[in-house]
């Protein structure tokens, strides 16, 4: 599996956080701190950013655990 980048707000810290929050699958990520700096979406993202929110969608979904809004 490649390593990616897990900085808070780039792509594969995106994909967990959609997948915890139960947003769905949305792939984006912010250029700096989240909410507080560009929102890059995907029309505008890379393969390999696309593939980074992916996979980091697809380990929070192997883990399971969603926020319980209850």
């Known amino acids: ?3 990616f ?5 780039g792509p594969f810290d995106r994909g967990g956080a959609d997948y915890w929050y139960n947003r769905g ?4 990520y912010y250029t700096g701190g ?3 700096s560009n929102r890059v979406t ?3 993202m890379t393969a390999e950013e696309l593939a980074a929110y ?3 969608y697809e380990e929070a979904a ?5 926020k319980d809004y209850g």
């Open 5 to 9: 980048d897990t900085r808070h707000g």
């Open 34 to 36: 989240t909410y507080t």
């Open 42 to 44: 995907r029309d505008d």
């Open 1 to 3: 599996m490649p390593k």
């Open 62 to 66: 192997q883990q399971g655990d969603q």
């Open 25 to 28: 699958y949305d792939p984006h």
């Open 54 to 56: 992916r996979a980091g």
